[in-house]
């Protein structure tokens, strides 16, 4: 079956030659409409600020208006764009998610897609309401009223580098190398002064409506590709005789160490700091709960989409390189005028991330890093965004444009230096004083740096990092937990 419907299929193209005019309009049409609801959302966003204003005249309150609108859109969030702007954000990293699945398989799926269904579902049912009562604005502004002025601070250093868009720069450099031509630093350039550019415009108001446009494409998008290849190449049986039987094994050849640790670094979502944003920005705990459950749904779908597609991209082009041969096998098999939809999905599945983790880092400088005195001033987000951007583009010229390593290191040092900590100040309020908490998430960052560094031996070797981390978190916050038990009994 595979030498009659899939041979024409080639493991290199190039772009420019397989375009079509009506691929160009269709992709840049695309482009405009999402723009377009940048400009509707500045609009709705001066709409609001006007509404206050005849209410209120202090410049003062007028200015905390400002940026309450700019960084939570208020407090407005409704349950259809909590939906769209949640789901939208989460997949920017689609060439490190199909490279995965690419090489391994449903392995993808549940690193990728299982183990974070469990952390969302726990998120909605165990968190939500626990945060609301604290009205923060951020997740280091909630880690300072559980712990202290202290926390709040190396919540926000560790908030910082875990949104730095690293991975999601380096995708776009990717995408725009492949249809535009170019090296990959000028492409990153090029594409984070564009995402920089409307972020500034409208801030999260802007980011919720570009959303809007963006989940519709790229869910249309990867839904597509897969319904093709289903009818093109028919269904498992065709899969299964093509692929490694590895790639039907819940770890891969990965092993089940390995395969753990991404489970715990998708546990690294209930310390998300764009978890957290949408659910302080929502108009309610309860749309906010309801939102990351229907979120959930969409990401199964979405996830079973992209893992078989990228498998049938192995099945068909395997010498094509991973991290581009889902884009490369989808493109020939879609007809003219879907190529362009669907190459639209994918950049908008890159943006909607991009420009939301631009939006967090800002924020995190400009309301959490600078001195109480200066905080919500919105000249100093928009200083913000631009030190992010610069940091972004340096760091992703640092990794040589390696996602995966990206995910691992950052996501690493955010699941266990943070993890434990935050959980235990949800179950037990009060109970970990402030110094207790920077002691224990900086020595566990200490522990993780050594271990990544310090030549180990075999045994050793084998222990990711991670686990070294949590395991240092653990003991300390149940030592902190012992010694406050004691020492209340004592007194």
């Not at 009506?22 to 500045?42: E, P």
């Not at 992209?306 to 099945?315: E, I, L, P, V």
């Not at 235990?424 to 020595?443: A, E």
């Not at 310090?454 to 937990?481: M, V």
């Amino acid at each position: 079956m595979l030498a009659q419907t899939g041979s024409h299929i080639q493991s290199q193209i190039e772009f420019s030659e397989i375009m079509t005019s009506l691929d160009w309009v269709v992709f840049c049409l695309v482009l405009m409409v999402t723009f377009a609801s940048v400009i509707y959302g500045q609009y709705q966003k001066r709409k609001h600020l006007g509404d206050i204003a005849q209410i209120n005249h202090s410049s003062e309150e007028l200015e905390k208006a400002n940026f309450l609108d700019l960084i939570l859109m208020g407090r407005k969030l409704t349950l259809p764009m909590f939906i769209a702007t949640l789901v939208a954000t989460w997949y920017g990293g689609i060439f490190g998610v199909t490279e995965i699945a690419f090489n391994h398989g449903i392995y993808n799926f549940i690193t990728q897609g299982l183990f974070w269904y469990m952390a969302y579902i726990i998120f909605a049912f165990f968190l939500i309401h626990k945060i609301a009562p604290y009205r923060a604005v951020t997740l280091p502004d909630l880690i300072g009223k559980m712990f202290g002025p202290k926390s709040a601070y190396l919540g926000a250093i560790f908030n910082f580098f875990n949104v730095l868009p690293i991975a999601y720069i380096i995708s776009l450099g990717l995408f725009g190398q492949l249809i535009f031509g170019g090296s990959l630093f000028l492409n990153m350039l090029i594409g984070i002064i564009v995402v920089m550019g409307y972020s500034l415009l409208g801030g999260f108001r802007a980011v919720v409506f570009s959303d809007l446009i963006q989940f519709f494409v790229m869910c249309s998008g990867v839904f597509l590709a897969l319904a093709i290849s289903v009818s093109t190449f028919g269904g498992l049986d065709f899969l299964k005789a093509n692929l490694p039987a590895s790639h039907f094994q819940l770890t891969s050849d990965q092993g089940v160490g390995l395969t753990l640790v991404w489970g715990f670094i998708a546990l690294s979502t209930l310390v998300d700091p764009n978890f957290y944003q949408r659910c302080f920005a929502a108009k309610s705990p309860l749309i906010a709960k309801r939102g990351i459950l229907i979120s959930t749904g969409i990401w199964f779908v979405f996830d079973i989409c992209t893992t078989f597609g990228a498998m049938y991209a192995r099945a068909v082009i395997p010498d094509a390189p991973s991290g581009l041969a889902y884009l490369i096998y989808v493109v020939q098999i879609v007809p003219d005028g879907l190529r362009g939809f669907f190459l639209a999905g994918i950049l908008a599945t890159i943006l909607s991330t991009l420009d939301s983790y631009i939006f967090l880092a800002g924020t995190t400088l400009a309301h959490d890093l600078v001195p109480p005195r200066w905080r919500g001033r919105p000249h100093f987000f928009h200083l913000g965004v631009f030190m992010v951007g610069a940091i972004g583009l340096m760091m992703a010229v640092i990794f040589e444009g390696n996602i995966k390593m990206v995910w691992r290191t950052l996501g690493s040092y955010s699941a266990a230096c943070l993890l434990f900590p935050v959980v235990f100040g949800h179950l037990f309020p009060k109970r970990i004083s402030d110094i207790q908490f920077v002691t224990t998430c900086t020595i566990s960052a200490l522990v993780v740096t050594v271990w990544r560094l310090y030549p180990l031996n075999s045994f050793w070797g084998q222990i990711d990092a991670l686990y070294a981390g949590l395991a240092t978190t653990s003991i300390l916050i149940f030592s902190s937990l012992a010694f406050n038990t004691y020492a209340t009994q004592k007194s």
